[in-house]
């Protein structure tokens, strides 16, 4: 095969240009063209899309983990916020660095068409004036040759010949293009080409960086001070139960932002790693070449031309220019593995405080839920102790009652201790509480304080008759704030029900205007009396024995139940108290002499007791006339207690 000659290479390299800018949509050279690209060359939306991220995860770094108050967070805080600046830096280096080998934009513009059209243009022509005058320094050898060498000079001059009508071919076609660019140039503006102008520059690599290190002022600011890390905050030290709950739920959500960030910092390694393959990719086949050089300078073939010195310099510019892209992005890749180790160790540190947490709380809850259990075990008791060894229904309602106070006030005691660990805060808190209370609930207050005095040894049961406030009535329930009475009421001294229910405040036992009246506990009797008015000649002894006569009779049927009373009133209070039996009595008034007979009844009976006491009276003194000259109109039976 024959060697070209180099004016034969030059212009069929002039040939493929012009058919370049002759057929720019040429779909399976520009694909081709793509693919090589793609897998040799950096890409600009790559390498933005990569400080982009880098920006993204350093602020991520910074501000979206946050410290449990661990003393060994503002160690890894700091290592964190170390190693993401440095990972920025090396980031924006290796981007700062990485334009000359950028895939230079091939789609002709108006300007730089132009400017290539009139490059190759004139190429072209000179390219055919040296052409033409090796075709005349042919002519003049031919004509001078020996005969032997005039087929090779001929041939020679014919393909020469070729080139130049190529090149004449193409002077007509560029000068044609040349034309129509100036044609098209000249209907722009200068108002519109300098649009194009500023926003081209805008657009360029180098701004978009710049752009990209301004929304970062406080790694690359002019003074280059670092920024300052905030101080971690302390870790709390309350044994509270809320407290402890409330570190798990930190503790948790800052293991659960540092997964995060692990995963998002495994993203930017990748991405790296991505950046890295198609350079060193480069860096293989620059130091191969450089080799290849070399085996071909120690073994040069006949017919090749040696390597030159500025061979090597190429080459080395080359390989340079790839160093400073690849060496900061190796560095960035091996920070980014320590900024994962700092997170890992930072999320094992959290993960056993969080366990050692989680092992407090759960062996308090046990502990809680031993005491309250233990609680329950003893209320239950209590209940079933009261139910089987006190049988005074008033008493053990009352065990009961207390039972329940203080069950609720260890339970809370319970609760307090376990939960909560400011204790200070909570006597403040509990003082300002209880100072509102003790006004707003003065009432209420009272009234519980009361309740304590109304079940007392002399305080009042179910069916005690009691009178306060001017309300007679039977106890039918005494509750914590209040009482009830079934109202009695009548004419006289025979009391019945009147079917209202009265409820008074318990805290009505300390207004000294309304005094409470009961029955002696244990007892149920009343003193009523018999008055009868004598004349000034009566026998009155004769009228007292005829009164004690009948209200013997009537007492009889009921000495029994008041002497058991009797005995119960002097058993608990360890005094003797005055007889229950009729006594005889002579009263002056203000109309005369009146006999008296005082007498106990028993409060059940009272009005059957009085009614009989009349009935046998009258028909007494009805039928003895001495009886009935000594007495001045008919008895009266009245209570022997007044006000």
């Known amino acids: 095969m024959r060697h070209r000659s180099p004016l034969t290479l030059h212009a069929c390299k002039c040939v493929l240009l012009s058919m370049f800018f002759l057929f720019p949509l040429s779909l399976a050279t520009s694909h081709a063209q793509d693919e090589k690209a793609d897998t040799t060359q950096l890409d600009e939306k790559q390498i933005l899309h990569h400080l982009n991220t880098v920006i993204t995860w350093y602020r991520n770094t910074r501000t979206q983990i946050q410290p449990v108050g ?42 730089s068409s132009h400017q290539n059209l009139v490059k190759l243009l004139g190429d072209t022509t000179n390219h055919n004036k040296q052409l033409q005058a090796q075709i005349d320094q042919l002519n003049a050898k031919i004509n001078s040759a020996p005969k032997r060498q005039v087929a090779a000079l001929t041939d020679q001059r014919d393909r020469l010949q070729g080139e130049l009508d190529l090149g004449n071919a193409m002077v007509s076609s560029l000068t044609q293009l040349t034309t129509a660019e100036n044609q098209k140039a000249q209907k722009k503006s200068p108002k519109d080409q300098k649009d194009q102008k500023d926003q081209s520059d805008t657009n360029t690599f180098q701004a978009s960086i710049a752009q990209l290190k301004s929304s970062i002022p406080e790694i690359f600011d002019a003074k280059g001070q670092e920024p300052a890390i905030s101080p971690a905050k302390s870790v709390s030290t309350s044994s509270g139960l809320f407290s402890q709950l409330h570190r798990l739920y ?41 080799r290849d050089l070399s085996a071909r300078a120690d073994n040069l073939q006949p017919g090749q031309t040696p390597p030159t010195k500025q061979d090597f310099d190429t080459l ?48 308090r809850v046990l502990i809680i839920l031993g005491l309250l259990g233990l609680l329950f075990l003893v209320s239950d008791l209590w209940k079933r102790m009261s139910f089987k060894y006190v049988t005074d229904m008033r008493r053990r309602r009352q065990l009961l009652i207390v039972r329940r106070f203080v069950m609720g006030f260890l339970m809370g005691l319970v609760f307090i201790f376990g939960f909560v660990s400011e204790f200070s805060a909570l006597a403040t808190f509990a003082g300002f ?77 300390f207004q000294a205007t309304s005094p409470m009246f009961r029955q002696l506990p244990g007892t149920g009797y009343a003193w009523h ?78 009005a059957e007791a009085d009614d009989e006491v009349t009935r046998k009276l009258i028909e007494l003194i009805t039928k003895d006339e001495k009886l009935k000259a000594s007495v001045v109109g008919l008895p009266k039976i009245r209570a022997a207690i007044r006000g």
């Open 70 to 111: 661990l003393p060994s967070d503002a160690i890894y805080q700091a290592n964190a916020s170390r190693i993401a600046i440095e990972v920025v830096n090396k980031a924006f280096q290796s981007a700062e660095s990485a334009g000359p080998l950028l895939p230079q934009d091939t789609s002709p513009s108006t300007s």
């Open 250 to 290: 930190e503790q948790a959500m800052s293991r659960r932002q540092i997964t995060n960030l692990l995963a998002a910092t495994n993203q930017l390694e990748d991405l790296v790693n991505k950046i890295r393959t198609p350079l060193r990719a480069q860096m293989k086949a620059t130091l191969q070449q450089g």
């Open 316 to 363: 080395a510019n080359s390989f340079n220019q790839i160093a400073v892209v690849e060496i900061p992005l190796s560095q960035e890749a091996n920070t980014l593995n320590e900024a994962e180790a700092n997170l890992t160790e930072w999320r094992a540190s959290i993960e056993r405080e969080s366990s050692s947490v989680f092992w407090s709380v759960f062996i």
């Open 433 to 509: 509480i209880t100072a509102g209370l003790a006004v707003g609930l003065q009432t209420i207050l009272l009234s519980v304080a009361a309740y304590f005095f109304l079940i007392g040894k002399y305080g009042l049961r179910t069916g005690d008759r009691i009178s306060i406030a001017g309300v007679t009535g039977d106890v039918v329930e005494v509750g914590i704030v209040r009482f009830y009475l079934m109202e009695l009421a009548g004419t006289g001294i025979d009391l019945q029900p009147t079917g209202r229910i009265v409820a008074f405040s318990n805290a009505v036992l």
């Open 529 to 606: 009396e018999i008055a009868i008015m004598l004349s000034p000649t009566a026998d009155h002894q004769l009228v007292e024995q005829s009164l004690m006569q009948v209200i013997a009779d009537v007492y009889e049927k009921y000495k029994s139940i008041l002497e058991r009373q009797q005995r119960s009133i002097e058993q608990r209070f360890e005094v003797s108290f005055t007889p229950l039996v009729p006594k005889t009595l002579l009263q002056l008034t203000d109309t005369g002499l009146e006999a008296v007979v005082r007498y106990p009844v028993s409060l059940r009976h009272n």
